[in-house]
Structures are given as structure tokens and as C-alpha cells.
């Protein structure tokens, strides 16, 4: 009795992301994946021969699908309402973002005076 071994013969990953353990027939990755710049869906061929002969071999398809994690925080965006707003700037590298508003002495209390707005770099 011998044992088979495993193989991808064909990805439609170009970057290599998978491998195959030759003796196990697991299936793992071999590279980060990142959901809001990588495919979404992968297909992998596999192949198993056994012990004896390479031409004895027998494949099978395994398709993949990529989810998104919550690995990114939310930004602040441009205000909704432009007409409160004198100024916005957004977050760069080293800051944080910014408003800029003016409010009359007057104002009565509860009533808004600016809309911020908020965006989920998670969510394409």
C-alpha cells in the first residue's frame, strides 16, 4: 500500500496565494489576502496521484470565496449640510480630520447647528 499525493495544477490566483500539503491534502494560503483589493473569487484544480504511477491521478475543483473583515476604521467625510460648514479637512497620514463652523451667540440650545458625516472603509 502506498500513499497519494496532492498537487494544485491550476489557480486563478496569479499571486500564488495557495498551497497544497503534498502528503496531507490540506489546503492553506500562502500570502495575505486583503477584500477591498483582491479578488473575491478563486478557483483552485487539484490533483491526487498515487504512489505508484503519475499517470494514475484523478482532480477535482475547489472554488473560493474571499470575505471582508472589519479591519479598517471609518473616516469623516465632507459634511452633509455644506451650508454650516466653513471649512473641512480631510484626515491625512498624521492628522485627524477637521470641521470648521461658525455659530450664532444667539442659537437656542438643542438646535443642530452642524451635520458631520462618517464613512465605513469596510463597505465598498
Do not use: C, M, W
Not at 483552485?44 to 474571499?66: A, H, K, P
Not at 473641512?88 to 451667540?105: D, G, K, L, R, V
Request: aromatic share 8%; charged share 20%; proline share 3%.
Amino acid at each position: 500500500h502506498r500513499s497519494v499525493a496532492y498537487s494544485i495544477v491550476n489557480s486563478s490566483d496569479s499571486k500564488n496565494g495557495f498551497k497544497v500539503d503534498s502528503e496531507t491534502g490540506a489546503v492553506s494560503t500562502n500570502r495575505d489576502f486583503d477584500f477591498e483589493t483582491d479578488a473575491h473569487t478563486y478557483e483552485l484544480v487539484l490533483r491526487v496521484t498515487d504512489g505508484y504511477s503519475s499517470i494514475r491521478f484523478n482532480q477535482t475543483v475547489v472554488q473560493l470565496n474571499l470575505t471582508g473583515v472589519n479591519d479598517l476604521s471609518p473616516i469623516f467625510v465632507d459634511s452633509v449640510n455644506k451650508s454650516d460648514v466653513i471649512s473641512f479637512e480631510p484626515a491625512s497620514n498624521s492628522s485627524t480630520a477637521s470641521y470648521t463652523a461658525i455659530i450664532s451667540a444667539g442659537l437656542s440650545i438643542g438646535v443642530p447647528f452642524l451635520q458631520v458625516a462618517a464613512k465605513d472603509r469596510d463597505i465598498p
